[in-house]
């Protein structure tokens, strides 16, 4: 069962796109994944998005998908929620991957803007609507035209925001004003994608944020959220301005890259890389320590 939440925080405030550990052979390590869940909602995690693009997801077969979703809501199923991955640019392929989740006790569903084919504002209508058709669960959009090479559309938004089941967007668009008028008009849940937006989303209403830094500050931004939220704006600009460094850190490349070299120099499980994606170079690392240590991150 998953954790209470209300419509207005349908997956809690803090949730980390969780990075898929594999072993020294690149299989897919489910006890790491188990272990590492476990840390993250210790850590103070309302939830997990497992099969993301953190997560490695176009390097991942389905039926590694299903493992992975049922080996983290065994951890911690009965104590944060557990968001499926399950966009693609293929729509039927999306709706098989949403009916697996379901099948395998998913709390929710993310489902990012179809990349590469650059589909149309109604195309991407239909398409976001038929996932949300294909399952009874709560269902989270995710717009990061940077990757997919298409913006939602605010109009798109609010049409979508009318669907019983979709009830959020994780917003990667870096674009304020836009947030803004698509917060006011669509009635969805906004949670921030992009983790050096995170306290300015959260002043113009969003609700929390699906975070790639969480894998080493998780409690940093919940203290962020919480003094904002109760209405310490100045304690919330404090902490934003320490974890600057590790914002910038964390994506000199790309993401899930540093995030494993990070979760290693930890100690916590994370494993090599799928290609295309590879390891960090020594001077990368090197740099990478220097930017947590500026952010206060234990190593």
């Known amino acids: 069962m998953a954790p209470i939440s209300t419509p207005q925080i349908p997956f809690g405030r803090i949730l980390t796109a969780m990075v898929t550990p594999f072993t020294a052979d690149g299989a897919l390590d489910l006890d790491g994944a188990q272990r590492l869940a476990t840390h993250l909602v210790d850590a103070g995690n309302d939830g997990l998005i497992v099969n993301g693009t953190t997560g490695e997801s176009p390097t991942t077969s389905d039926a590694e998908k299903s493992d992975l979703v049922r080996a983290v809501l065994e951890a911690v199923g009965d104590r944060a929620h557990v968001v499926?991955?399950?966009g693609t640019?293929?729509?039927?392929?999306?709706?098989?991957?949403?009916?697996?989740?379901?099948?395998?006790g998913a709390h929710g569903l993310l489902t990012v803007t179809p990349y590469y084919n650059k589909p149309p504002q109604e195309a991407l209508y239909r398409h976001f609507s038929a996932i949300a058709d294909a399952t009874d669960?709560?269902?989270?959009?995710?717009?990061?035209?940077?990757r997919s090479g298409v913006p939602v559309d605010t109009?798109?938004?609010v049409r979508l925001g009318e669907h019983p089941r979709i009830v959020a967007n994780k917003d990667a668009k870096g674009d304020l004003g836009s947030a803004s008028?698509?917060?006011a008009r669509s009635g969805l849940a906004w949670y921030s994608g992009d983790d050096?937006?995170?306290l300015p989303l959260l002043s113009i209403g969003a609700v929390g944020f699906v975070s790639v830094v969480g894998h080493v500050v998780t409690p940093e931004l919940r203290a962020m959220t919480e003094a904002y939220v109760g209405g310490d704006v100045h304690k919330a600009q404090e902490i934003h301005q320490k974890l600057l460094p590790v914002f910038t850190g964390m994506f000199r490349t790309q993401g899930v890259m540093t995030t494993k070299a990070a979760l290693a120099l930890q100690g916590l499980p994370a494993g090599p890389l799928r290609a295309p994606m590879i390891e960090l170079t020594p001077e990368e690392i090197a740099q990478l320590k220097i930017d947590l240590a500026a952010g206060g991150v234990q190593l």
Do not use: C, F
């Open 84 to 86: 499926a991955g399950v």
């Open 89 to 104: 640019n293929d729509t039927h392929h999306s709706i098989e991957l949403a009916r697996a989740a379901q099948k395998d």
């Open 137 to 146: 669960l709560p269902v989270m959009l995710y717009d990061i035209p940077g």
């Open 155 to 157: 109009e798109t938004l």
């Open 181 to 183: 008028w698509a917060i």
């Open 196 to 198: 050096m937006l995170n």
